[in-house]
């Protein structure tokens, strides 16, 4: 079907297609103007990652250390099954059985926390995303608080009137 062709066509001369959208395009326009314009807003974390310590001002190694530690680790949760062999696993019939109703039932367990894991994890990225933007914003704060002491230490001192 060519795109300029109508999905349905209406036949019925008394229905006038162009008045009737006209209208409800004129009701949109008239009920945004009521309410307002929306405002929408899509936050969303960039991928930059964490900031780099800043050379130019003091700062406190400790807390690049583990915001360090926070961005290498937050989405690390090990997962593999770790079933150590027992007595019981290694009775010839017996063992075999139990080894693998171990295993079925340690995967049901790990299936279910895998789905939590997946939400902390998720937590996890935003919570690390927040420090990130933090300590980024800091260091932009402390560099314009340097900037205006330097500016206000190189102004001329005012005259008493």
């Known amino acids: ?8 066509v209406v036949q019925d001369p ?7 959208m ?18 929408r807003h ?18 406190d190694a400790n807390l690049y250390h583990h915001l360090r530690l926070l961005n290498e680790l ?5 997962l593999e099954p770790v079933l150590a062999s027992s007595r019981t696993t290694q009775l010839p019939l017996v063992g075999k059985i139990w080894a693998r109703l171990r295993r079925e039932a340690h ?7 895998s789905r939590i894991i997946g939400h902390q994890i998720q937590l996890n990225r935003h919570i690390v995303g927040v420090l990130n933007r933090l300590v980024a914003e800091n260091i932009a704060l402390r560099r314009q ?7 206000l230490a190189d102004a001329p001192p005012d005259e008493p009137s």
């Open 1 to 8: 079907m060519p795109e300029h062709e109508p999905l349905f």
């Open 14 to 20: 008394e229905i006038d297609v162009d008045a009737i």
């Open 22 to 39: 006209q209208t409800i395009r004129q009701r949109i326009a008239e009920r945004r103007a009521r309410l307002g314009k929306p405002h």
């Open 42 to 59: 899509f936050p969303s974390f960039d991928e930059t990652g964490m900031p780099e310590e800043p050379h130019d001002l003091p700062h």
């Open 74 to 78: 937050y989405f690390a949760f090990p």
């Open 107 to 113: 995967n049901l367990v790990l299936f279910y926390v």
């Open 145 to 151: 608080i340097r900037e205006l002491e330097t500016r």
